[in-house]
């Protein structure tokens, strides 16, 4: 299985200032088809996962662009440009190139 | 507008079975395939299983930890994705999702990906 660790797994950010979480996989994420499946996902306190980004760096529709998604082969960043306090949450990065389908550990972003 | 509604959790003993469903709406499920995630009390998240559209053979694949004991199924005709969970264990204590797969964008560019999911249902699996 592909293992999926992200970094840090606590980020206090002061409202305003970015923040950036690190998803690296254990293996590559290129698909044979040569485009590789890595999404972020974002939880709120109680609420379902509501997925931000598809395929590295693609916002789904209605996704602020202050979130952006970068990264190649077993390296992926998301990034928060300005944090806003509704941006309080868990992020998780997930791989779907390769089943079984596997998340990191997930990173809990807070205000400072 | 895309909706799905999962239903059927509940407090069940080891051992026992239980069958989850998702209802959908707003989309054309025979389109799409669907996966099932859970997420135990205070964890992350975790992948269960996922079933391909008819047009894709509607073959199944399960995470190691459920295999053989869950099995997932669909009825296009009612736009309901099915977990059957068997031989319950307490760590399959969870909320459980459901999630649509889009395999294409809107421009038929490969995307790949789960863009919506249901609010979830709690499974307790408890003596």
């Known amino acids: 299985d592909i293992v999926m660790t992200q970094t840090p797994l606590s980020s206090p950010v002061t409202l305003g200032q970015p923040a950036s979480i690190s998803c690296r996989s254990s293996?590559?994420?290129?698909?044979?088809?040569?485009?590789?499946?890595l999404s972020w996902l974002q939880q709120r306190p109680g609420q379902p996962p509501r997925p931000l980004i598809y395929?590295?760096?693609n916002r789904f529709s209605g996704v602020p662009d202050r979130f952006s998604g970068s990264g190649a082969g077993t390296d992926f960043t998301l990034k928060i440009s300005r944090v806003e306090a509704e941006d309080v949450g868990i992020y998780y990065c997930?791989?779907?190139?390769?089943?079984?389908?596997?998340f990191g550990q997930g990173t809990k972003v807070e205000i400072k | 507008e895309v909706q799905l509604v999962e239903s059927g959790g509940g407090l069940v003993q080891p051992g026992r079975s239980l069958r989850l469903s998702c209802i959908v709406s707003?989309?054309?499920?025979?389109?799409?395939?669907m996966s099932w995630f859970r997420q135990a009390p205070g964890k992350g998240l975790e992948w269960v299983g996922f079933?391909?559209?008819?047009?894709?053979?509607?073959?199944?694949e399960n995470a190691a930890s459920v295999k053989g004991r869950f099995s997932i199924s669909r009825d296009d005709s009612k736009s309901i994705a099915y977990l059957q969970m068997n031989s319950l264990k307490t760590e399959d204590t969870a909320v459980y999702y459901c999630?649509?797969?889009?395999?294409?964008?809107?421009?038929?560019?490969?995307?790949?990906?789960?863009?919506?999911w249901g609010q979830g249902t709690l499974v307790t699996v408890s003596s």
């Open positions: 999630a649509r797969f889009a395999r294409y964008d809107s421009s038929g560019n490969s995307v790949a990906t789960v863009d919506y």
């Open positions: 707003g989309f054309t499920f025979g389109d799409h395939g």
């Open positions: 079933i391909r559209s008819k047009g894709y053979g509607g073959t199944t």
């Open positions: 293996q590559s994420l290129v698909h044979s088809d040569g485009n590789t499946y």
């Open positions: 395929k590295i760096s």
């Open positions: 997930m791989q779907a190139t390769h089943f079984p389908w596997t």
